[in-house]
């Protein structure tokens, strides 16, 4: 019987980690990713002997993070695809440029990462070694995501890494109906509680307020992360073709001169080239110009404000009136985002530099839910839809407690075989 060992996001978001290992004792690791926290950043400490390969379903860090730790002494094959290990490599050199955290790899076990690539299409089954075959799946989270459909000792594991069974303007969504027959899933739960909005009312919303600050001579600013949801927003944008000056900034910018040289992985890619025409791009020595101009939107990275160039443009704008700032992603607790969406207070602190602050908004700030995760009723729907053998395994990682647990009983009141696992937990399947 395979073996399945969660090393990390199991009750928590962070450091995806899913080790699976055959009967003869081969392994293969599932995502390697890092979490955000003082404490424990990256996955559990295990025996990683005679561990044949890592597949990588994204390139958000959480999953990715800690990849080059697995390339200190060893050049493991590493599954993926080329517009993933393209964005994950601007992400991890970032991560370890600006980290105050000493991670115990760098920029050399990076590139060795990169130098072990080996790229998998979707829907072909790959051979990755006695025991073990692979096959990506569509995920529909971001450009590049995809699912692993893992087969051992004659079982079929089915990792869906982080999905969205909806639709967004980047692109298709995720289809539990082309997964063959699977004896275990592993799911994320990240909104297992939650519905999301319908996402045109989402976009007609932020249309709409965005035109009434411009119209009263205000700037728009929409910290958004770099990879995926700075696009998603252009692309809105571009929808409803606004005629007002669109500026893109700090690593939006890098992930869009990415996104244009891969054609395949966008819904409809000759829109999103026509979107990134329609924006400008943004220097740090014009920032202050575009504010004192006004009338202009500014996407641009971090989400939560933590850091980057949004810094820069939120700390002039949170103090004028006639302007606003729209969040578009999730607020972590303890991040500058949450609290001035909470208490609106833009509170930041930056080491060694002078852009430190606590400043009162007067400016107007709001949340606009675009989130690329499946919510409770798409992931039922999705869950339901793929067919099982016997066991009907189902594994519940990738959220909080709350979520990964009653996602776990919300499956057993229908006859699934479910369970939240700990971090550190194997199960025999
Ligand atoms: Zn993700
Ligand atoms: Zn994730």
Redesign the pocket.
């Known amino acids: 019987m395979p073996v399945i060992k969660f090393l990390g996001g199991a009750r928590e ?1 962070g450091r ?1 980690a899913i080790l699976i290992e055959s009967n003869n004792k081969e392994k293969i690791m599932l995502d390697y ?1 890092v979490r955000f926290k003082e404490e424990d950043r990256l996955p559990d400490k295990t025996d990683l002997d005679n561990l044949k390969a890592v597949a990588l379903t994204h390139c ?1 860090i ?2 990715s993070g800690a990849l080059p730790l697995l390339y200190k002494n060893s050049s493991l094959p590493f599954y993926t695809n080329p517009l993933s290990l393209r964005i994950s490599d601007i992400l991890l050199k970032d991560m370890i440029k600006i980290s105050r955290y000493p991670y115990p790899f760098g920029y050399k076990e990076l590139d060795k990462l990169r130098q072990s690539a080996k790229f998998l299409r979707n829907g072909i089954r790959q051979k990755i070694s006695n025991d073990f075959h692979i096959t990506f799946y569509d995920a529909g989270h971001i450009p590049g995501s995809i699912s692993i459909l893992v087969e051992v000792d004659g079982k079929k594991i089915f990792y869906t890494g ?1 999905i969205n069974s909806q639709t967004t303007n980047l692109i298709n969504p995720a289809k539990s109906s082309e997964i063959p027959k699977i004896d275990a899933l592993i799911t ?1 739960s ?1 909104y297992a509680l939650k519905e999301h909005p319908p996402r045109e009312e989402t976009e007609r919303d932020i249309v709409d307020r965005i035109v009434n600050i411009i119209e009263n001579d205000g700037n728009v600013l929409i910290p958004a992360f770099g990879v995926a949801r700075s696009q998603e927003v252009l692309l809105v944008l571009k929808k409803y073709d606004l005629k007002i000056p669109i500026y893109l900034d700090g690593l939006a910018r890098k992930v869009c001169m990415a996104y244009s040289e891969f054609p395949n992985a966008f819904k409809d890619f000759s829109m999103l080239k026509s979107a990134i025409k329609t924006a400008q791009f943004a220097k740090s020595r014009n920032r202050m110009s575009i504010l004192e101009k006004g009338k202009n939107i500014i996407i641009s990275p971090s989400g939560m404000l933590k850091g980057g160039a949004a810094i820069d443009y939120v700390s002039k704008i949170v103090k004028d009136p006639a302007s606003a700032i729209y969040l578009v992603g999730y607020q972590v607790e303890g991040t500058p985002g949450r609290k001035l969406l909470e208490e609106g207070i833009f509170e930041f602190e930056e080491r060694g530099y002078s852009r430190s602050t606590k400043t009162k908004a007067l400016c107007e700030v709001d949340y606009f839910d675009f989130s690329s995760h499946a919510d409770k009723s798409d992931l039922l729907n999705y869950i339901k839809g793929i067919k099982f053998n016997n066991s009907r395994y189902v594994f519940c990682v ?1 959220g909080d407690e709350k979520s990964t647990t009653s996602l776990a009983s919300n499956l057993n009141k229908e006859n699934y075989n479910a369970v939240a696992p700990e971090t550190g937990e194997s199960y025999a399947i």
């Open positions: 978001v995806s990713g958000h959480d999953h982080d994320e990240t990738h």
